[in-house]
């Protein structure tokens, strides 16, 4: 069964391989979506990265669009929703999936670069994105977004003040959302995942490593404590987006699914 048939989906941070955003594009064209293909394209590399995965959305015979995004900048959020109007006429599904590790540290150095970007990128892009959607969901009857928040924005660990609590804030903003449009049949949720095995975990953990004074062996299997006892595969964090996203969850709104292989989220 195809749960996503003609819809039209945005992600964004889908352009860096083995990510969780590509993940999920590659999933929603595998069940029928027309997806726009959206992360930072502040070179060539970069723009072709996102270009490679459309592409490999239009393989399994979807349409694509691929839009070089900075979310933290409203003008760019803006001209990729009128982009998409103007391709597909709709917007069923925005996927907030883009973040970053730059608010990870001991709390005592955290610097206001790292305060600033991680709250212009978690929350002020996840916001553009979500005020440039809504009105277009509203005027057709509907739509999901699914914001990807972590385990770190429902419990906290130490080295990471200004990521967890700007996690903390994306399901804060989840929630809000679900409260004030569900009226509009616009559902909001988002998924917390664990340990998942990423470009952006790796960095993270080789900095944890070095914090903590252990090998990056031992950080892996620190981050990997958890029942499944393994990190998640991008691929199954995207199969929780899809079924937030999907009809299947239709009277779902304003959770917070834990994706973490049974880990004990700490404080
Ligand atoms: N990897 C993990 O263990 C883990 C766990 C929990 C939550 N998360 C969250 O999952 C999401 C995806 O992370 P990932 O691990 O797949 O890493 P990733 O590095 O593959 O994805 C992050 C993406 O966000 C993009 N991005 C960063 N700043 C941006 C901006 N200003 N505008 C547009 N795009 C921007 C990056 O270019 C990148 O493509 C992030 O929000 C992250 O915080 C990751």
């Not at 991680?118 to 553009?128: C, F, Q």
């Not at 995942?193 to 790796?202: D, F, L, Y």
């Given at each position: 069964m195809k749960l996503m048939q003609d819809k039209v989906v945005i992600v964004?941070?889908?352009?860096?391989e083995r990510g969780m955003g590509q993940a999920a594009v590659m999933l929603f064209a595998e069940h029928g979506a027309r997806v726009v293909v959206t992360d930072l394209a502040r070179n060539a590399a970069e723009q072709d990265a996102i270009e490679v995965v459309a592409q490999a959305a239009e393989a399994l015979g979807v349409e694509s669009l691929a839009l070089g995004v900075d979310i933290t900048d409203r003008a760019q959020v803006e001209a990729c929703v009128a982009d998409t109007i103007k391709r597909f006429g709709r917007i069923d599904v925005l996927i907030n999936n883009a973040g970053t590790a730059i608010g990870a540290g001991p709390f005592l150095e955290q610097t206001d670069t790292q305060w600033d970007v991680?709250?212009?990128?978690?929350?002020?892009?996840?916001?553009?994105f979500c005020q440039a959607v809504i009105p277009h969901m509203q005027a057709q009857g509907g739509g999901a977004?699914?914001?990807?928040?972590?385990?770190?924005?429902?419990?906290?660990?130490?080295?990471?003040?200004?990521?967890?609590?700007?996690?903390f804030g994306v399901v804060g903003l989840t929630k809000v959302i679900a409260a004030e449009f569900g009226g509009d049949n616009?559902?909001?949720?988002?998924?917390?995942?664990?340990?998942?095995?990423?470009?952006?975990?790796?960095?993270?953990?080789?900095?944890?490593?070095?914090?903590s004074g252990i090998t990056l062996e031992e950080a892996w299997k620190d981050a990997e404590r958890c029942a499944l006892g393994r990190s998640a595969q991008p691929e199954e964090v995207a199969g929780a987006m899809l079924y937030l996203a999907s009809d299947l969850a239709s009277y779902v709104?304003?959770?917070?699914?834990?994706?973490?292989?049974?880990?004990?989220?700490?404080?």
């Open positions: 964004t941070g889908a352009g860096r991680s709250y212009n990128v978690h929350l002020k892009g996840a916001n553009y977004i699914v914001n990807n928040a972590s385990m770190l924005g429902v419990a906290a660990e130490p080295f990471s003040a200004a990521y967890t609590a700007t996690k616009i559902r909001c949720n988002c998924v917390c995942p664990g340990s998942v095995a990423t470009q952006m975990q790796e960095e993270g953990l080789k900095q944890f490593a070095e914090w709104s304003g959770d917070a699914l834990m994706v973490t292989g049974a880990a004990n989220p700490g404080v």
